[in-house]
């Protein structure tokens, strides 16, 4: 089907022409986006951020070497899961009231109601990374606009604060343990100093020679020796219990001496275990274990902890070594003491113990001064560079103004959506007017729109017998043979009288029906007129001169050839290839649908033959001139079925050879500006265009008329 637009002047008639509705919908639009935006105002919601500054101490004395070590937890997205972290969010609830102040931030178990909370926290912390940098941006939203400040600034402080408390948590607990053991140890050295003092005073002097004092003091440094190497395989082997119970090194344990061979050997791999678990407790806020993330670290865990028992395993067996030897040195002094008086031998053991307190106690003195230095020099890697403040507007706020000038927007356009829609529907009488206004020609019949199951009804009142679904599609386009008094039928017959008074002034014998498009019902308008003017008595001749795309003889069920142009070729007479009532019976229409028609004897039909490559030359030949004036000699009336206009030139050669042209137009199936084309042609073609009629119009019942039957039809 062929396909036209409007043009401008087209589209401002109908904007005028609907107005109206138009301006309604803005009203419509705008004026409910108002009362929207009053009474369905969301809850206003308020955001505003606080910056601090990661940055990953590198730099540290030489005390705290070998308790210190870089950790690999300070990629920023770590730090930013670390941010909405528990233990976080435990310390800002406390700040700001939300959680019990006697809540440990480091308990593993919290109850569920401080859960609630905390995880309502969360909610309304966001962190994000600024730009390339490694300063973190923390924004807080709440409902109301102080709070989010407090909340931003609660969060930065309290992760600067976890921060501080987790890269120097080692040392405090190492302190403490160290000033437990101090005083236990100067509690035995105090004991054993009274021991000697009592044994002195008991026994006076005991007097050994150079060579006797010589060997024990060797053996009391052996034993002292001894006594600290016992203790650190101790530690040693309570590390790799642990360890091969697949747990990592406590901060708090069993009693251990500090000692900086053991300490220098595992610190780095120990603080890198520790920073490995803390960066996998981060991700699980957010991953499962199976996550691909949590593995990665799973491996690195294992890998450490591997490395971790070859090397203590290693000074396990060096420690256990070096033992071995220090027991062979002072068995061989412990034989030289059998000689020696027993008095000598209890002053020396005496001296001896006094002498491994005093240096027990003089070590943990030394490493108590260090570990206070270490509590002083305190690591610090967050910075709060930009604390919040309040925003004094909502993240939401309502924009009215914009709000107001959009919906007026969209309503216009919604109304012309809607307008055009109501202009491409409008089948009013008002419709009828604007076309006889534009084509100013008249308009000679509306043809209503019925609906099928309405024909359908109609067939099988009329007809007792079922029909097949062949002869059902049939029938239902020529109505008019069968419902007398259907609505289509007035609407036909109304056209033929208008038709009659149209051509008062002149004799018409053959008229040409066309369309400017093609699906306009054009071959429907003809038949169904041909059949009403036939039950008037007149004898009528159908002539399908669409010799490019024929219908007659497809919806009145006959055989197409032979037909016209068989005669205009000169194969046939025009007498030979006439089809009367007797083809109608014989064919898909049926015996018993024909027969019980009324007027069907009256009408006659010639189909369109056989389909030639150039039908244009046939109608701009004498043999059509010649046979239109035979037909119109033999019937009251010859009707001809034309072409479309705009497609092919057929109808515009047939127009100024017949008495008439009548213009075939369903309303909204082609623009005004074609209509007016197709005018235009059959005009300078010198043909006589009697009218116009509008087809497939929608009928509207008229309640006022309802006793008479009586239609209007409107959109």
């Known amino acids: ?73 300070g990629s920023l997205s770590t730090q930013a899961e670390i941010i909405r972290s528990v233990p976080v969010l435990v310390r800002a609830g406390r700040k700001l009231g939300v959680v019990n102040k006697a809540i440990e931030t480091s308990g593993t178990r919290l109850p569920p109601d401080v859960l609630v909370k905390v995880y309502e926290l969360r909610r309304q912390i966001a962190v994000s990374q600024e730009g390339g940098t490694n300063i973190l941006k923390i ?18 402080e309290s992760y600067r604060e976890e921060n501080i408390v987790s890269r120097n948590r080692q040392v405090d607990e190492a302190k403490l343990f160290v000033e437990g053991q101090l005083k236990a140890i100067e509690e035995s050295y105090r004991k054993s100093e009274q021991a000697l003092v009592a044994f002195k005073e008991r026994e006076g002097n005991v007097f050994l020679t150079d060579e006797a004092r010589q060997a024990l003091d060797n053996f009391t440094r052996l034993e002292s020796e001894r006594e600290k190497l016992v203790q650190v395989k101790r530690e040693v082997t309570t590390q790799l219990q642990l360890l091969k119970a697949n747990e990592a090194l406590p901060e708090t344990g069993p009693v251990r001496v500090f000692s900086d061979d ?17 960066e996998r407790a981060a991700l699980l806020i957010n991953y499962t274990p199976k996550h691909p993330q949590v593995t990665e670290l799973d491996a690195r865990i294992r890998s450490v902890k591997q490395e971790m028992l070859q090397e203590l395993e290693a000074k396990l067996r060096t420690f256990s070594q070096r033992e071995s030897a220090i027991r062979d040195s002072i068995g061989r002094y412990r034989e030289r003491y059998v000689s020696l008086p027993k008095a000598a031998l209890e002053l020396a053991s005496l001296e001896r113990e006094v002498k491994v307190n005093g240096d027990l106690y003089a070590n943990l003195k030394q490493k108590h001064q260090e570990f206070l230095i270490r509590g002083a020099e305190r690591i610090e890697e967050v910075a709060v560079l930009e604390p919040a403040v309040p925003s004094g507007r909502p993240r939401n706020a309502p924009k009215g103004t914009l709000n107001i000038v959009l919906s007026s927007l969209i309503g216009v356009l919604l109304g012309f959506v809607l307008a055009f829609i109501r202009e491409s529907f409008d089948t009013s009488i008002g419709t009828i007017e604007d076309v006889e206004a534009f084509l100013h020609v008249p308009v000679l019949g509306v043809i209503p729109r019925v609906d099928r199951k309405e024909v359908d009804k109609a067939l099988k009142e009329t007809f007792s017998e079922p029909l097949d679904p062949e002869s059902l599609e049939l029938l239902s386009h020529i109505s008019p043979l069968f419902d007398l008094k259907g609505i289509v039928a007035e609407g036909y017959r109304s056209l033929k009288v208008n038709l009659q008074f149209a051509c008062q002034d002149r ?14 019902g054009k071959t429907t308008t003809v038949l169904n007129l041909a059949i ?132 075939v137009y369903q309303v909204g199936k082609v623009g005004r500006t074609p209509l007016q084309r197709a005018k235009s042609l059959l005009e300078n073609a010198q043909a006589h265009i009697v009218g116009v009629v509008l087809s497939n119009v929608s009928a509207e019942y008229s309640p006022e008329y309802q006793k008479h039957q009586y239609y209007k039809y409107s959109s």
């Open 262 to 278: 053991v300490q220098a050997l595992i610190a780095k791999l120990n603080q890198k275990l520790v920073d490995l678990t803390t």
């Open 532 to 663: 009403t003017i036939a039950q008037d008595g007149r004898r009528v001749l159908v002539v399908d001169a669409d010799l490019r795309k024929p219908a007659v003889s497809s919806r009145l069920g006959l055989k197409r050839e032979p037909g016209l142009s068989e005669v205009l070729v000169g194969n046939a007479q025009w007498r030979e290839v006439v089809q009367t009532a007797a083809d109608l019976m014989l064919g898909k229409l049926g015996f018993d649908q024909v027969l019980s028609a009324p007027g069907v004897d009256n009408l006659n039909i010639i189909t369109s033959g056989h389909l030639p490559p150039n039908p244009s030359e046939f109608f701009n030949s004498q043999r059509i001139v010649d046979l239109i004036a035979d037909l119109e000699e033999n019937f009251d009336l010859v009707i001809f079925d034309c072409p479309p206009i705009l497609p092919v030139a057929d109808a515009v050669l047939i127009g100024p050879k017949v008495d008439g042209v009548v213009l």
């Open 139 to 156: 924004t807080a939203t709440a409902d109301k606009d102080e709070f989010a400040a407090a909340l931003a600034n609660a969060v930065a």
């Open 507 to 520: 004799v018409i014998k053959s008229l040409a029906f066309a369309s400017a498009g093609l699906g306009e």
């Open 1 to 73: 089907m062929a396909q036209y637009e409007l043009n401008l002047r087209d589209y401002w008639l109908i904007i005028r022409k609907r107005k109206w509705i138009i301006a309604s919908t803005v009203l419509l639009v705008s004026g409910g986006t108002w009362f929207m935006a009053q009474f369905t105002s969301p809850e206003l919601i308020y955001e505003t951020s606080a910056r601090v500054k990661f940055e990953r101490s590198l730099a540290i004395s030489p005390l705290m070497a070998e308790t210190m070590a870089f950790s690999e937890t």
